[in-house]
């Protein structure tokens, strides 16, 4: 379960990116020199990590599990044409290395997780509070906020309201992944694709056209996006905005990164297959080639 999250991050790593961003912000925002060479200080004020016991207890039990657990099957490192194999090879190269893997697997874990969710944490920071660095976010409701004029919205993702994932939701897909994959005998990449699959779908839609200055509720968020394309319809005078409207504007840019990112995994997979082949002493004469 845990080489799950490494996977899902690995090859959706344009959707899982900000969030494993914004936790590496936040730990470096942590430490007290450094926090004060944030801008807006956003990061110093909300904190977006786990809390430290919830964080102690995953890190324990994912040791405990790399100890007693760290199970490979004998044909896992017997055929060197699986990348599987040279993963596995260096992982257990030294003691140490598996358990260094563990920040890995929790910040994969993390992002996967976060990016179920839609919107992330929203906060408000006060105009006066920008300065002094002594504000804390306020708890006030953002309603309140936008028609005060004096705070200023704060977005983790570009989610429309209404979407993300259900706690229940995301309790079954891991438990039923588990099924899956704890009973399985080898590590292999086809393993997790049913998982990856299942997590793919549910993963909340980016609206990056969307305005920050106003906030539908979960029941009528359509309704305000419809009308808010439709205002924008008015300002197309050409086919060059018409065209940066709908495939920049109003587009999720996650889409081209995960695109441009399968394309260049399968190009060098395939590159690989076709140029990097190799013979087994045993089997002279015969190219072995390497695959998933």
């Not at 200080?41 to 964080?55: D, N, S, W």
């Not at 897909?173 to 779908?201: C, D, H, K, N």
């Not at 319809?233 to 081209?256: M, P």
Request: charged share 15%; with cysteine.
């Amino acid at each position: 379960m845990l080489y799950i999250w490494a996977y899902t991050s690995f090859f959706s790593i344009g959707l899982t990116y900000p969030f494993v961003a914004q936790g590496l912000l936040s730990v470096f925002a942590a430490i007290p020199i450094a926090a004060v060479m944030e801008p807006l200080l956003i990061f110093g004020r909300q904190k977006f990590l786990p809390r430290p016991a919830v964080l102690f207890g995953f890190v324990l039990a994912m040791t405990l599990t790399i100890k007693f657990n760290t199970i490979v099957h004998p044909f896992t490192l017997a055929d060197n044409r699986h990348f599987t194999f040279y993963v596995f090879r260096y992982l257990l190269a030294y003691p140490i290395i598996k358990y260094l893997a563990i920040p890995v697997y929790m910040s994969c874990a993390w992002s996967v997780l976060q990016a179920l969710g839609a919107p992330a944490q929203m906060c408000e920071i006060k105009e006066d509070e920008k300065d002094d660095g002594k504000g804390i976010a306020s708890g006030k409701p953002q309603s309140e906020s936008e028609d005060d004029g004096q705070g200023q919205l704060l977005r983790l993702n570009d989610a429309p309201f209404g979407e993300g994932s259900t706690i229940s939701f995301v309790l079954v897909w891991i438990g039923v992944s588990a099924l899956q994959l704890i009973t399985a005998p080898l590590v292999e990449p086809r393993y997790f694709i049913l998982p990856w699959i299942m997590w793919r779908l549910r993963v909340p839609q980016s609206h990056p056209g969307a305005s920050l200055t106003t906030r539908p509720t979960h029941k009528n968020w359509k309704q305000w996006w419809n009308k808010e394309r439709q205002r924008r319809d008015i300002d197309r005078q050409s086919w060059g905005n018409w065209f940066y409207i709908v495939l920049w504007a109003e587009h999720d840019h996650r889409l081209y990164l995960e695109t441009l990112w399968f394309g260049l995994i399968n190009v060098v997979v395939g590159y690989i297959f076709l140029n990097w082949g190799f013979e087994w002493p045993q089997e002279p004469g015969k190219t072995q080639r390497f695959m998933w």
